[in-house]
Protein backbone atom coordinates (compact mmCIF):
# COMPACT_ATOMS: atom_id res chain seq x y z
CA UNK A 1 0.00 0.00 0.00
CA UNK A 2 0.84 3.33 -0.79
CA UNK A 3 1.97 5.55 2.21
CA UNK A 4 0.97 9.60 2.06
CA UNK A 5 3.30 11.75 3.77
CA UNK A 6 1.65 15.23 5.02
CA UNK A 7 4.36 17.56 5.24
CA UNK A 8 3.50 20.97 6.39
CA UNK A 9 5.11 23.28 9.38
CA UNK A 10 4.59 27.00 10.19
CA UNK A 11 5.21 30.00 7.08
CA UNK A 12 8.59 29.70 6.45
CA UNK A 13 9.60 27.20 8.79
CA UNK A 14 10.94 25.02 6.21
CA UNK A 15 8.40 22.76 4.22
CA UNK A 16 9.99 23.59 0.78
CA UNK A 17 13.78 22.69 1.59
CA UNK A 18 11.99 19.38 2.95
CA UNK A 19 9.76 19.09 -0.27
CA UNK A 20 12.90 19.47 -2.04
CA UNK A 21 15.05 16.82 -0.54
CA UNK A 22 11.92 14.18 -1.32
CA UNK A 23 11.97 14.94 -4.62
CA UNK A 24 15.63 15.21 -4.85
CA UNK A 25 15.17 11.39 -3.32
CA UNK A 26 12.53 10.68 -5.99
CA UNK A 27 9.34 10.54 -4.22
CA UNK A 28 6.78 12.31 -6.02
CA UNK A 29 5.34 15.73 -4.75
CA UNK A 30 1.75 17.33 -4.26
CA UNK A 31 2.38 20.78 -4.27
CA UNK A 32 -0.49 22.56 -2.58
CA UNK A 33 0.88 26.29 -3.10
CA UNK A 34 1.66 25.44 -6.86
CA UNK A 35 -2.46 24.20 -7.56
CA UNK A 36 -3.69 27.06 -5.74
CA UNK A 37 -1.04 29.39 -7.90
CA UNK A 38 -2.77 27.99 -10.76
CA UNK A 39 -6.39 27.97 -9.38
CA UNK A 40 -5.66 31.53 -9.23
CA UNK A 41 -5.25 31.52 -12.76
CA UNK A 42 -8.45 30.44 -13.08
CA UNK A 43 -10.84 33.14 -14.87
CA UNK A 44 -14.26 32.30 -12.89
CA UNK A 45 -12.02 32.28 -9.33
CA UNK A 46 -10.86 35.93 -10.62
CA UNK A 47 -14.11 36.88 -10.80
CA UNK A 48 -15.16 35.93 -7.73
CA UNK A 49 -12.38 37.52 -6.22
CA UNK A 50 -12.74 40.77 -8.31
CA UNK A 51 -16.50 40.76 -6.69
CA UNK A 52 -15.63 40.43 -3.02
CA UNK A 53 -12.05 42.23 -3.29
CA UNK A 54 -12.13 44.47 -6.03
CA UNK A 55 -10.08 44.97 -9.24
CA UNK A 56 -7.18 46.19 -7.60
CA UNK A 57 -6.47 42.57 -6.43
CA UNK A 58 -5.51 41.90 -10.21
CA UNK A 59 -2.33 43.17 -11.97
CA UNK A 60 -2.32 42.31 -15.43
CA UNK A 61 -3.72 38.88 -15.50
CA UNK A 62 -3.04 37.66 -12.43
CA UNK A 63 -4.05 38.04 -9.13
CA UNK A 64 -1.74 39.88 -6.98
CA UNK A 65 -1.02 37.35 -4.21
CA UNK A 66 1.31 40.41 -1.90
CA UNK A 67 -2.36 42.45 -2.52
CA UNK A 68 -4.76 39.42 -1.57
CA UNK A 69 -1.91 38.82 1.62
CA UNK A 70 -1.80 42.20 3.00
CA UNK A 71 -5.83 42.28 2.60
CA UNK A 72 -6.74 38.84 4.16
CA UNK A 73 -3.84 38.05 6.89
CA UNK A 74 -5.42 41.42 8.38
CA UNK A 75 -9.06 40.28 8.33
CA UNK A 76 -10.55 36.76 9.57
CA UNK A 77 -13.57 36.91 7.67
CA UNK A 78 -12.09 38.20 4.65
CA UNK A 79 -9.48 35.10 4.97
CA UNK A 80 -12.88 32.67 5.37
CA UNK A 81 -14.53 34.36 2.31
CA UNK A 82 -11.32 33.67 0.02
CA UNK A 83 -11.14 30.70 1.19
CA UNK A 84 -14.48 29.56 0.57
CA UNK A 85 -13.93 30.60 -2.79
CA UNK A 86 -10.44 29.01 -3.71
CA UNK A 87 -10.22 25.85 -1.06
CA UNK A 88 -13.20 23.53 -2.61
CA UNK A 89 -11.43 23.65 -5.86
CA UNK A 90 -7.74 23.50 -3.99
CA UNK A 91 -9.05 20.05 -2.33
CA UNK A 92 -10.40 18.41 -5.97
CA UNK A 93 -6.86 18.98 -7.64
CA UNK A 94 -4.65 17.89 -4.55
CA UNK A 95 -6.88 15.06 -4.39
CA UNK A 96 -7.05 13.79 -8.21
CA UNK A 97 -3.23 14.38 -7.93
CA UNK A 98 -3.11 11.91 -5.00
CA UNK A 99 -4.75 9.50 -6.87
CA UNK A 100 -3.03 9.70 -9.89
CA UNK A 101 0.84 9.32 -8.30
CA UNK A 102 -0.55 6.92 -5.63
CA UNK A 103 -0.85 4.41 -8.62
CA UNK A 104 2.78 4.11 -9.65
CA UNK A 105 4.38 4.77 -6.18
CA UNK A 106 5.21 3.46 -2.79
CA UNK A 107 5.06 6.99 -1.16
CA UNK A 108 3.30 10.33 -2.15
CA UNK A 109 4.33 13.74 -0.10
CA UNK A 110 1.92 16.14 0.28
CA UNK A 111 3.30 19.39 0.91
CA UNK A 112 0.71 22.15 2.16
CA UNK A 113 1.04 24.56 4.57
CA UNK A 114 -2.44 24.50 5.37
CA UNK A 115 -3.01 20.94 5.48
CA UNK A 116 -4.12 20.85 9.04
CA UNK A 117 -6.67 24.34 8.65
CA UNK A 118 -7.83 22.37 6.11
CA UNK A 119 -8.56 18.96 7.50
CA UNK A 120 -6.44 17.05 5.36
CA UNK A 121 -5.23 14.78 8.52
CA UNK A 122 -7.17 11.73 6.79
CA UNK A 123 -5.92 12.02 3.37
CA UNK A 124 -2.13 10.87 4.61
CA UNK A 125 -0.56 7.93 6.68
CA UNK A 126 2.09 9.93 8.35
CA UNK A 127 1.99 14.10 9.27
CA UNK A 128 5.69 15.64 9.29
CA UNK A 129 5.61 18.98 10.71
CA UNK A 130 8.72 21.08 9.95
CA UNK A 131 9.45 23.69 12.75
CA UNK A 132 11.98 26.26 13.81
CA UNK A 133 11.90 28.39 16.97
CA UNK A 134 9.85 31.77 16.38
CA UNK A 135 13.24 34.00 16.19
CA UNK A 136 13.95 31.72 13.08
CA UNK A 137 10.82 31.68 11.69
CA UNK A 138 10.43 35.50 11.76
CA UNK A 139 14.08 36.21 10.98
CA UNK A 140 13.56 33.27 7.72
CA UNK A 141 10.28 34.96 6.03
CA UNK A 142 11.33 38.61 7.04
CA UNK A 143 14.38 38.18 4.97
CA UNK A 144 12.62 35.97 2.19
CA UNK A 145 9.39 37.68 1.60
CA UNK A 146 10.91 40.87 1.98
CA UNK A 147 8.54 41.85 5.36
CA UNK A 148 8.55 43.56 7.67
CA UNK A 149 8.93 42.65 11.79
CA UNK A 150 4.71 43.50 11.81
CA UNK A 151 3.54 41.87 8.31
CA UNK A 152 5.92 38.43 9.70
CA UNK A 153 3.67 38.53 12.32
CA UNK A 154 0.73 39.27 11.03
CA UNK A 155 1.25 36.42 8.46
CA UNK A 156 2.69 33.79 10.81
CA UNK A 157 -0.64 34.82 13.93
CA UNK A 158 -3.25 34.27 10.99
CA UNK A 159 -2.00 30.36 11.27
CA UNK A 160 -2.44 28.02 13.55
CA UNK A 161 -0.16 27.95 15.70
CA UNK A 162 2.94 25.98 15.27
CA UNK A 163 3.02 24.42 19.11
CA UNK A 164 -0.61 22.94 18.02
CA UNK A 165 0.88 21.42 14.73
CA UNK A 166 3.89 19.80 16.63
CA UNK A 167 1.27 18.45 19.02
CA UNK A 168 -0.46 16.97 16.13
CA UNK A 169 2.55 15.44 14.60
CA UNK A 170 3.53 11.85 13.71
CA UNK A 171 7.38 13.25 13.45
CA UNK A 172 8.93 16.79 14.00
CA UNK A 173 11.53 17.91 12.04
CA UNK A 174 13.76 20.62 13.77
CA UNK A 175 15.04 22.67 10.95
CA UNK A 176 16.88 25.22 13.50
CA UNK A 177 19.31 24.00 12.11
CA UNK A 178 21.63 23.60 8.67
CA UNK A 179 19.73 22.37 5.98
CA UNK A 180 22.20 19.34 5.84
CA UNK A 181 20.93 18.23 9.58
CA UNK A 182 17.71 18.92 8.44
CA UNK A 183 17.87 16.46 5.56
CA UNK A 184 19.73 13.92 8.28
CA UNK A 185 16.62 14.00 10.47
CA UNK A 186 14.22 13.09 7.41
CA UNK A 187 16.70 10.26 6.07
CA UNK A 188 16.87 8.39 9.37
CA UNK A 189 12.67 8.54 9.94
CA UNK A 190 12.52 7.08 6.32
CA UNK A 191 14.96 4.23 6.96
CA UNK A 192 13.49 3.56 10.38
CA UNK A 193 9.85 4.13 9.03
CA UNK A 194 9.10 3.55 5.43
CA UNK A 195 12.33 1.93 3.70
CA UNK A 196 12.47 -1.02 5.67
CA UNK A 197 11.61 -4.22 3.43
N1 LIG B 1 18.18 25.02 7.74
C1 LIG B 1 18.15 26.23 7.16
N2 LIG B 1 19.15 27.10 7.37
C2 LIG B 1 19.12 28.34 6.82
N3 LIG B 1 18.15 28.81 6.03
C3 LIG B 1 17.11 27.99 5.77
C4 LIG B 1 17.06 26.66 6.32
N4 LIG B 1 15.92 26.08 5.91
C5 LIG B 1 15.29 26.99 5.14
N5 LIG B 1 15.99 28.14 5.05
C6 LIG B 1 15.61 29.37 4.33
O1 LIG B 1 14.49 29.91 5.04
C7 LIG B 1 13.47 30.34 4.16
C8 LIG B 1 12.21 29.55 4.40
O2 LIG B 1 12.39 28.19 4.03
P1 LIG B 1 11.31 27.46 3.11
O3 LIG B 1 11.76 26.07 2.90
O4 LIG B 1 11.01 28.30 1.91
O5 LIG B 1 10.06 27.49 4.12
P2 LIG B 1 8.53 27.18 3.86
O6 LIG B 1 8.41 26.39 2.60
O7 LIG B 1 8.13 26.42 5.09
O8 LIG B 1 7.82 28.49 3.82
C9 LIG B 1 14.03 30.17 2.75
O9 LIG B 1 14.59 31.38 2.35
C10 LIG B 1 15.09 29.08 2.93
O10 LIG B 1 16.12 29.20 1.99
MG1 LIG C 1 7.29 26.83 0.88
Known amino acids: MTKVIGLTGGIATGKSTVSDYFKKIGFP ?5 KIAHEILQKKSVQKALIKQFGAEIITGKHVDRKKLGSIVFKNENALNVLNEIVQPKIRR ?22 LLEQG ?42 LNDKKKLADIVIDNSGTIAD ?16
Do not use: C
Not at 29 to 33: E, K, L, Q, S, T
Open 182 to 197: TELQVLKWLENNLLVR
Open 120 to 161: YQNDVDFLMVVAVDRVTEISRLKQRDSLSNVEAEERINAQMS
Open 93 to 114: MILKQLKHFKRNNRVVVLDAPI
Open 29 to 33: IVDAD
